[in-house]
């Protein structure tokens, strides 16, 4: 048999060393070349048959359009608490001193049913019918109040109210919060506060009843006034219980989802009005007005 020739193959190419991480950080942290790069390592390695991290690019465009919405990068602060622990007391000495403004997520729905649009009739019905309120209509209503107004400091009050709040507002509005303020206080406590909205005197019902009497208002309103004094309709013991059991169960993940990304600012409500605002103030320093 004919010997035939060893075919001669070329040699193989050593393999590619692994990219230094370091010139690839650096060209990634400035702005205007680091996705455009990311990009090219994606391409050029993926020929090679490479497993490629595409992800990391994807990271790299959320955190350019973190807290923009519309042409404004916004500060949100998300107030927490549970009821009685003094969030809207305290929410309006932030406003008065450090030009935020208040937004509840609450008050945003009650004004919306109000309106007559088609939008509260649905959120009407939705409230009428015992259902929850889908999140993305919330956080549409949120996310249409700051971009109206002229800020770009928000104190979201009361919301999120549950992981699912939480995650919709992130993923819809792309908005990150700068922390949550969490006002700490033991449910003993906002109990006593609760209650004691219903503490009206004797003589006060006396003088109510007599002025009734005296301007010849109808009588059967009586009872109506006698609500309006005691402040909150809800504000019965075991209506109490049953809100704190649901901010326990629902709230408080929220907090801590936000604690292990240190991102939680607590605040022992439990303190006086005057002693809570100080320890307020000290978080809320770096956004002081201008004078």
Not at 5 to 26: F, G, K, L, N, V
Not at 48 to 65: L, Q, R, S
Request: glycine share 6%; hydrophobic share 40%.
């Amino acid at each position: 048999a004919t010997d035939r020739p060893t075919p001669q193959h070329a040699p193989r190419a050593p393999p590619t060393p692994p990219c230094d991480p370091s010139p690839w950080s650096r060209r990634r942290a400035d702005p205007s070349t680091g996705i455009r790069f990311g990009a090219q390592l994606v391409r050029r390695r993926g020929a090679m048959g490479t497993v490629v991290d595409a992800p990391a690019v994807v990271t790299e465009k959320e955190v350019v359009a973190e807290n923009m919405l519309g042409d404004k990068k916004v500060t949100v602060v998300f107030v927490l608490g549970g009821p009685g622990s003094g969030k809207g007391t305290q929410c309006s000495n932030i406003v008065e001193h450090f030009g935020f403004t208040h937004l509840s997520a609450g008050d945003l729905l009650r004004a919306e049913i109000k309106s007559g649009s088609e939008n509260g009739t649905m959120i009407e019905n939705m409230i009428k019918e015992g259902k929850i309120v889908p999140s993305e209509v919330t956080i549409k209503l949120l996310q249409q109040a700051m971009i109206k107004n002229e800020n770009d400091k928000f104190l979201i009050d009361g919301f999120p109210r549950n992981e699912e709040n939480r995650a919709a507002f992130e993923n819809v509005t792309k908005i990150s919060p700068a922390f949550v303020l969490f006002f700490n206080c033991s449910e003993e406590e906002m109990e006593r506060r609760l209650l004691g909205r219903n503490e009206v005197s004797f003589f006060t019902y006396v003088l109510m009843f007599g002025l009734c009497i005296l301007i010849k208002t109808t009588l059967f309103l009586f009872p109506t006034i006698c609500i309006i004094l005691q402040g909150r309709v809800d504000d019965n013991i075991e209506t109490i219980r049953k809100r704190f059991k649901v901010f326990v169960e629902s709230s408080l993940p929220v907090i801590e989802y936000y604690d292990a990304k240190d991102k939680v600012k607590k605040i022992d409500a439990a303190k006086p009005i005057p002693e809570v605002f100080e320890d307020v103030k000290a978080i809320f320093a770096p956004y002081a007005k201008a004078t």
